[in-house]
């Protein structure tokens, strides 16, 4: 196996030694070794499969060392007990990983809240609030001389503009469409004003035959928004489009654009990269148990295809 890292390679030999010496009754000392030898395999990388290889290696060749008297039941334990402690590192780092994606699951839930929250605090307190002042203010205007009463309309005109500026706000963090209307309608006015704010046309079609579950609804939404934004911030693109499909038991939505393409595998090999875009889209797809494929090139610009599983 001339792919054997110096760090397997050493592995291997530590391995087989621990384990020569557990088997001549090294007791819990060799059995603290066997786990430390684990956790060395976990830092430098080494996979599970790894340490299976070079288990048996080490097994094998205790086997050949094997005087004749031992108790073969006894032995077999004491290697079994071995191997389990070695491989119990994989086990803690396996359940830390599977822990942390959960709590970024509920963390993203909770942010989705409190967007939604805000959003809708900005939308129609604050722009109630304003309603308000503007009311009181044309009261006021009415029983002033015309020179102040029309100060007080300029002051109006800029109370329109705070107000203006709250919507899109508000909107830009989660339009209440999405709440009130559905997809559909969310994604529209998204486009919307992609395309005032950057010249990409892009056109949305497609339909989700009614309502779909929120989170679905909310997911699609933010991939839908990830990916319009970097078609219009990486692709050159002059135009994009959204499709939205229902099948009988799922949802698909692509979204593509006719720009200038980039490398799939490389971006999401790159370790040096801290762009979370598409780890996020990745991220709620497999939340909703869905799949993602991303097609690029070139000639043909990029696409993203979401696919989210519906229960009936
Ligand atoms: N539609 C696209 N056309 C061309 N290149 C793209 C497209 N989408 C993504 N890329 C490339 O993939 C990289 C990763 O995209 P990703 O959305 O993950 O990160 P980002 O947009 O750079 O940063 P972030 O989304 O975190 O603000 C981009 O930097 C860009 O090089
Ligand atoms: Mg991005």
Known sequence: MSSMSEAERQLRL???????????GGGEATLRRAYELGRKAVADGLGVLDLAAVYTGAAAASMRNADSDGNAVEKAEAMHGFLIESLS??????????????????????????????????????????????????????????????????????????????????????????????????????AEGITKRTGVAIVVEGSTDGRLPPSIETALY?????????????????????????????IRCAVRDNGIGFDVQATQTDKNRHSLGLVAIRER??????????????????ELLVTIPLED
């Open 89 to 190: 590192p994989f086990e803690i780092t396996h359940r830390s990983f599977r822990e942390a994606n959960a709590a970024l699951y509920r963390l993203n839930e909770i942010l989705e809240e409190e967007t939604k929250r805000i959003a809708h605090m900005l939308h129609d307190d604050a722009t109630q609030l304003l309603a308000a002042v503007h009311i009181a203010l044309a009261d006021l205007a009415s029983e002033l001389p015309s020179d102040l009463g029309n100060r007080i309309q300029e002051i109006r005109g800029h109370l329109d503009q705070i107000e203006a500026q709250l919507r899109d706000l508000s909107h830009d963090l989660r339009p209440t469409l999405l709440d009130d209307l559905g997809l559909l309608p969310a994604l529209e006015f998204l």
């Open 222 to 250: 933010r991939i839908v928004q990830e990916g319009l934004v970097n078609a219009t911030r990486h692709a050159r693109a002059g135009r994009a489009m959204v499709q939205v499909t229902r099948g009988p038991r799922s």
């Open 14 to 24: 530590l391995y087989a030694q621990a384990l020569q010496e557990h088997l001549a």
């Open 285 to 302: 797809v497999n939340a909703l148990g869905g799949a993602l494929q991303i097609n690029s090139s070139a000639q043909r610009g990029t």
